[in-house]
């Protein structure tokens, strides 16, 4: 795969100074055009040490206007980023629609250099690339247009270019933990690239491999690629399809997993006082051993309008120390947000390990409020469960203990709660004009809650249906839900 | 996942009389417009036994027309299957376009069982369902719409189908090796369902769970799901865009992989005539040696037109039994090859377990002449790389011993021996308008060679450039590298 990219091929100075001026040109062009798409482009620059990644990131914010490009290394981890899940690094540096972003030590770098160490074996390798495949999946899916550069360069060149480098030119060390001294390494690199490039290379975001012997060739060969890219997706996107008219199949039954949910269960006022405050002491507790084993708590609260949630959290939040959760409502998405994949505004919402991030409301609207609504077109709601699942999956790999609530009531009940929240002034900012418009739409919500639930309820991130025409068995059967989720998952 | 499926959704007798007789008629109607597109429907129909998968099969025959339905089963494996690829006995069992099959026991057979039997790890598991996914992708990227069809039924309901099916009903054991009593493994089969579904369902190839406790309504959902899925495919296809023009990258420098190429390479006749019949002897002994191990031989044979590929072949050839190797020639692909995606046509040439197959021309015309004389558009032969380094891996994954060889002579060599041809009245068949034409084209030619040698030598299947202007320097040096391939791979 790689002999083929040591052939010597070269530009001289003189056509080098003639085509990159041009090239500058029609890259400045292509990228004040950008400015104006609803989608970024995203610069993977990968490849062997010594191929010049860094000289190349040099050149591209020299032909572009280096506003609206923004460099991404990754060189030195912080403990931020060492304490979330992996991807939570790469999420938070997504360029919004219309912008740039270079990708110097990308995704791809952990899987490759923890393969090549051999700290980790094969299924682990494989883990790891599907998570890139679903992490560019997701991007792509959401418009995005991603360039992935992978730089070769022969043992020999490598050789000259460290030594060269090493004494002079490298101000920082450029992955602290590893020699300059490749020499011993480079086959074994080049079979780790081909197993990185043949798992990840796929048809929407395929590598494109480059000699690098040459700096000219090198530079010239990735200037053009991307523009011919961004010329592409402007031609591709001059012909794209009006969205299709997407119908929906009504479901061949109306029975529904809802329509199983026993409401009659409730609690006397004794017994709830006394299975509170047992719980709230159990919680307590737990929330500080999970603090101390690093293990952070994802908690997801969703259910009918006024089933509950609000003061259902507080009585969990009550158990907890406030310096060791944050709570997250949410409404309507920033522009920040809206620049960015709809799973952007959650990741950048998650607590560092050990501590619990209480989600009132969450992803999942993408496929209640958003579907039925129509805010998401069919497709984008559809993927959305594989996308939920894979966000989910991240989490719980990366340690987090994962509780997903759905709280049921009966539309009688609701109704009966709407009135009361009309009838007395200190609740009535609560109920909408919002909340009677979804109200009508009972049915049409209860299939999407069925979907989510049957395509989104898996053996690592478990949804519990809580009935709540009682509030308080709502509440401890919450309460009791979170610790025993937190004692089977931490250490004793 | 699985438990909203267990709600006892029904659909009671004359309610379904009805709906069966309205869902049939649409049936037919789209299945008549279905013969009409360019494009198979694939339904797969899999999940737990006693769910039904075979009385569900039994109704779709019944209400489409069974004439443009084959069904496929695999419960007993033949030892035409056994000694093929995996993927073999379903590449030879793809509909044309325009018609439908039936998978019942499809390609997720294999990991569901093997994980649950814990005949394999985890790893080969998720190694299993990425072939999963390329061999979708590749079907889907083709046109083909597919149907995954998942049927769940309790554990209670399983029991008493099983225990009802066993003395009467089943007239052939289904699973020969599988117990009727699988109590013990329901859990387990359920956490292999769930790994199974989560790792395989797609935006594209969604799996669709379907609740299996009542036929009636299983049967019905089912039925809507299939007319629903051809429904959507025909309305998404009015909308589709017109071929965006697509215009390629042209290289960053002419020089190219060939022109390194060292065509002053000669034997002379003597040393020739020595060496010819050493490796011929000795690749003899291999072809057999590889027969013994039930190990074949994939030889790819490409080249410039009058490079010498067919008297390079007959020199291998000559050392081989006849009854040990196929040799196939492409040219124009058959109607029934035209119906079917690209690679269907050299599946199915593929000799069994320890005969050699030898193509002459190979899936490598994708990427060549469908390239260079745009008979294959840019996104189709882009995606060809990936496909073709996929099939290549289920070859060699599966035992197969893979090689190519591209024949390399000069512009130069080649006009003379153009001239020779034409001037040699034996020869003159040999000569056409379009190798007069192909010649014109001999730069486009090279950087498509470059650009398939750069994204199809695997470590697992390498090219071998072989320089090919003295033609017995190239017969011998084709010789030895068939000889030292068989020799690494095969046993002592």
């Known amino acids: 795969m790689f002999k083929s990219l040591e052939i010597g091929r070269r530009i001289k100075g003189d056509e080098f100074d003639e085509r990159s001026l041009a090239l500058r040109e ?12 609803d989608y970024p482009l995203i610069i993977i620059v990968a490849g062997l040490d010594g191929a010049g990644k860094g000289e190349l990131v040099h050149r591209i914010n020299e032909w ?73 999946r997701a991007l792509i899916d959401d418009g995005a247009l991603i360039v992935k550069l992978w730089l070769h360069v022969s043992k020999k060149t490598q050789q000259a ?56 060739y090198r530079d010239i060969n990735c200037g053009e690629i991307i523009l011919h ?51 709230q002491l159990r919680l307590q507790d737990l929330v500080w051993k ?14 009918w309008d006024a089933a509950g949630k609000g003061s259902a959290i507080r009585r969990v939040t009550r158990a907890m120390d406030p310096r060791l959760f944050h709570l997250v409502q ?20 998650l607590e560092r390990d050990g501590r619990a991030t209480i989600f009132d409301r969450s992803w999942y609207g993408r496929v209640l409020v958003e579907r039925v609504e129509g805010f998401a077109r069919e497709s984008e709601w559809r993927r959305a469960y594989a996308e939920i699942n894979q966000f989910e999956a991240e989490l719980v790999n990366h340690g987090s203990i994962v509780t997903k ?26 109920i909408t004009e919002e909340d009677w418009r979804n109200r009508d739409k009972w049915d049409v919500y209860e299939h999407a809650v069925d979907d989510m639930i049957t395509r989104t309820s898996t053996s690592r991130a478990p949804w519990q249906v809580i009935p709540a025409n009682d509030k308080r068995y709502a509440r401890i059967q919450i309460l009791k839900s979170i610790c025993a989720q937190l004692e089977s998952a931490l250490d004793d």
């Open 290 to 303: 999970a603090y101390e084993q690093r293990r952070s708590l994802v908690a997801v609260f969703e259910g």
């Open 330 to 349: 949410f409404a309507a998405p920033t522009d920040e947000e809206k620049a960015r994949h709809y799973l952007w505004r959650f990741w950048r919402q």
């Open 161 to 216: 270019q460290l030594e060269e480098d090493a004494p002079n030119k490298q101000q920082i060390r450029r992955i602290p933990e590893r020699p300059y001294d490749m020499s011993g390494n480079y086959k074994r690199s080049l079979k780790v690239a081909e197993e990185l490039v043949l798992a990840t290379d796929t048809p929407d975001s395929p590598w494109q491999l480059v000699e690098a012997e040459d700096r000219h």
């Open 64 to 136: 572009m206007d280096p506003r609206g490009i923004a460099t991404n290394t990754f060189w030195e981890h912080s403990d931020e980023e060492e304490s979330h899940p992996y991807f939570w690094r790469f999420w938070r540096k997504l360029p919004p629609r219309g912008e740039t972003a270079i990708f110097l030590g990308s995704w791809y770098a952990r899987p490759a250099l923890l393969l090549l160490d051999k700290k980790i074996d094969e299924l682990e390798f494989i883990r790891q690339c599907q998570d890139i495949l679903a992490f560019e």
């Open 229 to 279: 890219a961004l010329q592409r997706r402007i031609e591709a996107d001059d012909v794209a399809p009006p969205e299709p008219t997407e119908t929906e199949l009504p479901p061949a039954s109306q029975q529904t997993l809802l329509g199983q949910v026993d409401l009659d269960l409730a609690l006397e006022r004794d017994v709830y006082k006394n299975k509170l405050s047992k719980y």
């Open 405 to 430: 609530f759905w709280l049921h009531i009966s539309p009688d009940e609701q109704l009966a709660r709407f009135r009361e929240r009309e009838n007395s002034p200190h609740k009535q900012h609560k």
């Open 26 to 37: 029609q890259l400045m062009r292509a990228q004040l055009d950008l400015a104006k798409r």
